[in-house]
């Protein structure tokens, strides 16, 4: 009786671990916190509103952040922006990096502690200083007394680019009052962010059933407020440590778990669980509360920021091909390239005669090219080329290169090309395209850039190496067939001649040996 209950507990145990195992996936960090199912984005604190001082300037708040490994250095763009004052602000206390691309109409205040450096050459670029605040509200309150009002106050966290654009939202407010937003969304910025440092888990499963997700955010971390968009119809779990604050965007009823406290369109609701940060845990209580035997997502954030939103799609959306098209990219980028570079072929090493863009090239012939950049003020750029590749429809291929001399200060980046890799493909019509890097002296500083040019490459004769003539099928078979009938030819006529010889020998012969008349008879 024991061994049976024994066989009995175990197999229990087997199949709850079999239930767990199909019940949960094991979630795994998602490269720039956003794929097709799911984004996350952090929300910081900001403001946008129609302030102009009474001589026509703007007054704008630059708020920097910048995580622990980052190489705390950035490109700003300022050339289309309005004639304004940019107060730049951050708690960091190493000297930030600011390659300037420069507009006179804008004047530089640096809060007291922020060390700021604009590796500019020949540019004097004067700053400056406001005093130090103890907060965000303190100095957007310094900026207000001082210049009678503020035009944007914008917090970015481990900026790459920073672009102002002139342009002007609409429905603005007349003062600021600092909230959580989408920095990203502003009209009167473009923001390129560094988003390496991967901080959602995220994972799924197919053919779930009904749609249940689990939002835990580990203990280790603190996010003061999450805002949830969630597909409809949905039962959820949102599990954070305490004073976390949940606010859920739907269309429809959904079904929420929560230890925290949870606003669903704006309404609060009050029935809370505990709930550790425990994986078992958060499984057991939505299989015991939802009973539900499996679930279609889980997420885990791990950030130490004040505010987030996610975003997660319904997994009948799922079976979509999983490429974010570029309405639905979730990484903002700039418009257009901040250093404009340009590529110009040649077929000479001297490089004085560029090639026409409607010209031919053989692909037994170099190619030479010149990578160069144009900017805005007095900056100067070391160009690396990591790689280059040349396509044509469907085909792609690796195009090694190799790197020229050159002597002159300031000198492009020249490369050479052999296109002998790709005389053999149907294709004459290629598309060439080079990444680009480039660094700036003395910081750890690149821009990533792609340069491109369309070119014909067509197929070049190349000459056998001995002496001997080269024939097509055609020729050989013609030859075979010129000889054939010669050796007829020969043949009947040899047969002709050995016919007539032997028919006028048998002739001879015959007349030798007939009696003759006319000769005497001689009788002994």
């Known amino acids: 009786m024991k061994i049976i209950r024994t066989l009995l507990a175990l197999l229990m145990c087997l199949g709850a671990a079999a239930a767990d195992s199909s019940g949960i996936c094991e979630p795994s960090y998602i490269p720039g916190n956003g794929n097709y199912w799911i984004v996350l984005k952090e929300m910081t604190t900001g403001c946008s509103t129609d302030f102009v001082t009474q001589d026509g300037m703007q007054v704008h708040i630059l708020n920097l952040l910048f995580s622990p490994d980052n190489l705390m250095a950035f490109s700003l763009n300022v050339t289309a922006a309005k004639p304004s004052i940019l107060i730049i602000t951050s708690t960091s206390a190493q000297i930030i990096h600011i390659v300037l691309y420069y507009n ?68 603005l407010a007349s003062s600021c009052e600092l909230k959580s937003e989408l920095p990203a969304e502003k009209d009167l910025i473009e923001l390129d962010v560094d988003t390496s440092y991967n901080k959602l888990k995220f994972c799924y499963m197919e053919d779930s059933g009904e749609e249940v997700h689990i939002i835990s955010i580990p203990d280790d971390f603190r996010i003061r407020h999450v805002s949830v968009h969630l597909p409809q119809d949905s039962k959820v779990l949102l599990r954070g440590p305490p004073h976390t604050e949940w606010t859920i965007h739907a269309k429809s009823v959904i079904k929420i778990l929560s230890n925290n406290q949870v606003f669903v369109n704006n309404l609060p609701m009050n029935r809370t669980i505990a709930i550790s940060d425990d994986a078992a845990d958060i499984m057991q209580k939505v299989f015991s509360n939802f009973n539900s035997k499996s679930v279609t997502s889980y997420s885990e954030i791990r950030l130490n920021i004040s505010a987030v939103q996610l975003w997660i799609r319904s997994y009948m959306s799922w079976t979509v091909p999983s490429r974010v098209s570029e309405d639905e990219d979730t990484t903002s980028a700039p418009s257009s390239s901040l250093v404009p570079v340009q590529m110009q072929l040649f077929l000479s090493p001297d490089y004085k005669s560029p090639l026409d863009p409607s010209s031919k090239v053989y692909s037994d012939k170099m190619v030479y090219a010149e990578i160069s950049y144009h900017t805005f003020g007095e900056i100067y750029f070391n160009i690396k080329v990591s790689s280059c590749q040349v396509r044509s429809m469907t085909l792609e291929k690796n195009m090694p290169f190799k790197e020229e001399t050159c002597v002159g200060k300031d000198c492009p980046k020249r490369l050479s090309f052999s296109f002998e890799l790709i005389q053999d493909l149907p ?63 020969l043949t009947g006529a040899l047969w002709f001649i050995k016919i007539r010889t032997a028919y006028e020998g048998r002739v001879g012969e015959s007349r030798c040996n007939k009696p003759r008349d006319d000769l005497p008879l001689e009788i002994r």
């Open 104 to 171: 006179p109409a804008v004047s530089f205040f640096v809060t007291n502690g922020t060390s700021i450096h604009f590796p500019v050459r020949g540019l004097d670029i004067q700053t400056q200083v406001a005093p130090s605040t103890k907060g965000d509200a303190e100095l957007l309150q310094w900026a207000t007394d001082e210049f009678g009002g503020v035009t944007s106050f914008t917090t970015v966290r481990d900026p790459k680019t920073i672009t102002f654009t002139g342009m002007k939202g609409s429905h």
């Open 427 to 489: 294709s004459t019509s290629w598309e060439l395209e080079c990444a680009v890097h480039l660094c700036y002296d003395g910081i750890e500083f690149c821009q990533k850039e792609t340069v491109k040019r369309n070119l014909q490459v067509i197929k070049s004769y190349i000459p056998s190496t001995n002496r001997c003539f080269e024939f097509g099928l055609s020729a050989v078979l013609g030859i075979a067939f010129g000889g054939f009938m010669i050796g007829v030819l």
